[in-house]
């Protein structure tokens, strides 16, 4: 490839330039900042949330919903579950700032009092599918080979049930629904994504240096799993934790909608939702409350998921 | 552009006076976005290239090299923005021109070699396809011209039975040949500037060596001109004709690649040649006793100096170590016959090995062509060594050679398959359960990348303090105790204890991690290229610590690394490994000045930078005097290095 003609230049005149020594003093190779607080990667992860704004706007309407859910009874005076035929159907007044129910029920003391059953529903469900799902993924990742591979498939065929019809199943053998009963079925199929995500995060932080460096201090595996692996495997999960929350809030509703969930007696949006529908061309604010609440409830967790995502992903993190 | 000359014409300041750069740039400002507020990576900086010249960026990470080189494609990060001065391209200023613009300037007139040749190359597509693709982006040939300009290129990019190569997909290459490819795919459009982003600091030695010449000569007979950006700065000086220091965002010093190292002027530029460990030559001198010295015998402490005896400026021309009239060099029939047979290196220390290692042998099963057929690998085959207490040997060797494999088996963190591992004349091989905790505790690691061998979840204080409430040694206030010893012993003030690893920079995490593998104050420590991920200035300083902590705490290394130039400043003895052998081992100088086996040759060939004269610095300043220290030493008063040793003090400021 000699064909092309070449063009070189040279320099026009050798020219040592040296940067003035006093215009920015060098620094030592390292030098420690001494003077900013120590900072853990949650600590990290905590400063960055705190300046996101839809962590704020999440955490704030969480905040008033767990307020809703704790004392329900101080924004309302109306008893849920006192019914008042001759005040059926009634449009919002002072009394009944959401009007009434066909049964003469006060929709405003329903969508409050409702938001306990789904955020315990929620919460609870939530706690058992993450342990039951963190720890077996967490096995399955850290141990591998044939127990792996037994776990992963259990993992797979729970996987193949949708969470609904797998609860409809099993509510509907069951005699007498309740809080307690629903947030047992809903954790026994909701836990499946749980589990893969721990167990991906598990395997690619067990192959990492920290791991084998405290293996060759001596530490055995149990120690290992227990202090290092999870602690640093854990973020993607809490992250999902956090967004099926929202799943499982639904999911009740769904099922007291359906009318397998929840009994008639315990006041939950889904229940609402279902009593509303026939009236929903007449009345159709009476399937807007519940509706509503559980929408924003939801939208608050998934939400707050996706901020503490962005604040613990490095690489998701918006500027 | 401007004046056309021959190839073969010299560079001649005179005649040239008129020319124009190819590439000027003046008073650049670049600013990164980020969540803590403004960061300004790059502060007015001022360069220039001339057509045909090669230009080089040195700078540790951070400095602002890469990110000064890729604003001239403008290939900045979305949140890096220019903020003030200009680049001019060709005459013309190209700072705020359309991205249209640029975009036919990339790859036509502006090339560009990538760091990482692995993740450069899109896995899915068959290389061939790859070059004819950028050769219709940048308009030069389409179609079945364009496939066959394709094969062309590779052909001269170095790659043999180039044809059958371009139908391969990336997998099949090496990561030299990938590299290669990549430079064919940066030089298919003939562009007037090449801009090399660490071209080979993926590479080994021997590799990089074979890319860079060839990168050379291609450049050389096409004329383009090259932004070579690298950290080492032995192959800066050794490749190109002008150097740019950079530091902080900041050029710090600019010149003749000959003259600036010769005669560097900024205190930067003097920190980075005497701690470039391709330029140094000799063995790291400590400033205390060494144990060796004290434990064994007369013969092995008179022998103990040569380690360092011959320190040349040009390591790599083997005939002037004949002439060093110092001490026994390795020419010595004695030692030459000691050469011979490795298992009994030096007959006195022999005795006292700390770890011996007998035909070491590790297979791996590779999965076959039959399914749950699996066909044995051998990557370590039959290796046999000992380490000396007190001592440092090195395993060198290129990727794949199975230098990590022995350290991980001599730590027990894999089964060998045969052999034996002694430690101290006992076989651990098949230690388990508490046999094995308490060996743990006297081999301790210090593994090769800061930033993943530090749990991010614990603080500095409970990641030095780990191993020792593993093996429950003593109560809380002596452990923290203990914990603030460490990182006084590293050179970490003790306040560090409350941070936690992402606050630390990488050499400060090295230094962590040497801190917690001698909490157990162990006897063995094994470096699995413990300084390769550093920064010169940061490895060097490791370097030092790590042999002060020798002579002070008689602590043995086995040192574990590709790079030869780290080498010649700790080992005492050496092991070349070449697919799983040991093909050849001796002590350091030996290996060094009287290599006996081509690949040792071609190894120590290969150490970039290692042939350039540094005339004028101290080096050669203090070789004289020096030379009289080490006679004096040899002659029998081993024990008085509590002196400084005045040629460590000139070599490593």
């Known amino acids: ?319 | 552009m401007t004046t056309s000359t021959n190839t073969a014409a010299a560079p001649d300041a005179g005649s040239a006076a008129g020319n124009d750069p190819l590439l000027e740039i003046s008073d650049l400002e670049i600013t990164f976005g980020t969540t803590n507020g403004e960061v300004r990576a790059v502060r007015g900086a001022s360069l220039s290239v001339y057509p045909g010249e090669t230009v080089a960026i040195v700078g540790e990470s951070g400095s602002g090299k890469s990110t000064t080189a890729m604003s001239i494609a403008r290939l900045l990060p979305k949140n890096g923005s220019i903020t003030g001065g200009s680049i001019r391209f060709g005459g013309r200023d190209i700072t705020a021109v359309p991205t249209r613009e640029i975009l036919a300037l990339r790859g036509s007139e502006i090339g560009l070699v990538p760091q990482d040749p692995m993740s450069n190359l899109n896995p899915m597509w068959k290389v061939g396809a790859q070059i004819t693709e950028a050769l219709a982006a940048n308009g030069v040939a389409r179609g079945a011209k364009a496939r066959a300009r394709s094969v062309e290129l590779l052909e001269e990019a170095g790659l043999p039975d180039a044809a059958r190569r371009a139908n391969q997909y990336p997998h099949e290459f090496s990561g030299g040949m990938k590299q290669r490819a990549l430079i064919a795919m940066g030089l298919a459009a003939r562009p007037k500037l090449l801009i090399a982003d660490e071209p080979t600091s993926a590479l080994d030695v021997t590799v990089q060596q074979q890319i860079l010449d060839h990168l050379d000569t291609l450049t050389e007979e096409l004329g383009v001109a090259v932004l070579l950006i690298t950290h080492d700065l032995g192959l800066a000086a050794e490749r190109a004709q002008h150097l740019v220091v950079m530091y902080k965002g900041q050029i710090v010093e600019s010149g003749p690649a000959i003259e600036l190292l010769q005669n560097p002027q900024h205190p930067y530029t003097k920190r980075l040649i005497a701690a470039a460990p391709s330029l140094a030559s000799r063995r790291l001198v400590s400033g205390s006793g060494t144990p060796a010295a004290e434990e064994t015998d007369g013969a092995s402490a008179v022998q103990r100096p040569t380690y360092s005896a011959p320190k040349l400026s040009g390591p790599k021309v083997p005939s002037l170590t004949v002439s060093t009239p110092t001490g026994p060099t390795p020419t010595d029939p004695s030692t030459q016959a000691e050469h011979a047979g490795p298992q009994f290196g030096y007959g006195e220390v022999s005795s006292d090995a700390v770890i011996q290692v007998q035909d070491l042998t590790k297979e791996f099963p590779i999965r076959g062509n039959v399914p749950w057929r699996t066909t044995p690998f051998t990557a370590v085959d039959k290796v046999s060594f000992e380490i000396a207490r007190g001592t440092t040997t090195a395993i060198v060797g290129e990727s794949g050679s199975g230098k990590s494999t022995v350290a991980q088996m001599v730590l027990k963190l894999l089964e060998p398959t045969s052999g034996r591992v002694l430690f101290e004349g006992k076989d651990v091989t098949t230690y388990k359960g508490k046999e094995l905790k308490s060996l743990r505790r006297r081999v301790q690691p210090i593994f090769q990348n800061p930033y993943g061998t530090l749990d991010p979840m614990y603080s500095i204080y409970n990641t030095i303090e780990e191993p020792l409430r593993l093996h429950g040694i003593g109560d809380a206030k002596s452990r923290e105790a203990k914990v603030r010893d460490l990182l006084d012993k590293v050179a970490l003030p003790a306040e560090m204890m409350r941070r936690y690893p992402n606050e630390l920079s990488g050499g400060q995490r090295q230094r962590i991690a040497i801190a917690r593998a001698l909490a157990l104050d162990p006897e063995v420590v094994i470096c699995d290229e413990a300084v390769s991920a550093l920064d010169v200035l940061v490895q060097s300083q490791v370097l030092e610590l790590l042999n002060d902590l020798q002579s002070e705490l008689g602590l043995s290394y086995l040192f574990i690394t590709h790079d030869l130039a780290v080498v010649r400043q700790i080992a005492d003895r050496t092991l070349v490994m070449e697919k799983g052998k040991v093909v050849e081992q001796g002590t350091t100088d030996e290996v060094f000045h009287a290599p006996q086996q081509d690949y040792t040759k071609r190894l120590l060939a290969a150490i970039p930078g290692g042939s350039i004269p540094l005339a004028g610095s101290e080096t050669i300043d203090v070789d004289a005097p020096d030379a009289a220290v080490e006679d004096e030493q040899v002659d029998g008063s081993p024990q008085d290095d509590g002196v400084i040793d005045p040629f460590s003090e000139a070599g490593h400021v």
């Open chain 1, 1 to 319: 490839m000699r064909s092309e003609p070449v063009t070189r230049s040279v320099r026009p005149a050798a020219t040592h330039f040296v940067a003035p020594l006093d215009e920015t003093p060098l620094q030592a190779v390292d030098a420690v900042d001494t003077t900013s607080a120590p900072r853990s990667m949650w600590a990290e992860a905590g400063r960055n949330l705190v300046r996101n704004p839809v962590f704020l706007i999440s955490a704030a309407l969480i905040v008033v919903i767990l307020f809703v859910a704790a004392f329900p009874g101080l924004l309302t005076g109306q008893d849920p579950n006192y019914g008042d035929i001759s005040k059926a159907n009634q449009p919002p007044s002072s009394e009944h700032p959401f009007g009434t129910t066909r049964q003469g029920y006060d929709v405003l003391a329903r969508v409050l009092y409702g938001t306990r059953t789904s955020v315990m529903v929620g919460f609870f469900t939530m706690i058992l599918a993450t342990l039951i799902g963190g720890v077996l993924g967490a096995l399955a990742g850290y141990v591998g080979g044939v127990f792996d591979a037994i776990l992963s498939r259990v993992t797979d065929i729970f996987f193949a049930i949708p969470l609904i019809l797998g609860a409809i199943v099993i509510a509907n053998r069951v005699e007498s629904m309740n809080v307690p009963m629903v947030i047992l079925v809903l954790g026994v199929f909701g836990w499946t994504n749980v589990a893969r995500i721990m167990r991906g995060s598990v395997i690619s932080v067990k192959n990492q240096d920290f791991v084998t460096a405290s293996t060759a201090l001596g530490a055995n595996s149990v120690t290992n799993l227990v202090k290092h692996v999870v602690p640093n495997a854990i973020a993607p999960v809490i992250v999902t934790a956090t967004v099926n929350l929202g799943v499982y809030i639904v999911a009740e509703a769904t099922l007291s909608f359906l009318g397998v969930g929840l009994p008639a007696s315990s006041v939950s949006w889904g229940g609402d939702i279902s009593d509303a529908r026939p009236a929903l061309r007449t009345q159709p604010m009476m399937l807007f409350y519940p509706s509503m609440a559980l929408a924003i409830t939801v939208l608050s967790f998934i939400m707050l998921g996706d901020a503490v995502r962005d604040a613990l992903d490095p690489k998701a993190r918006k500027r």
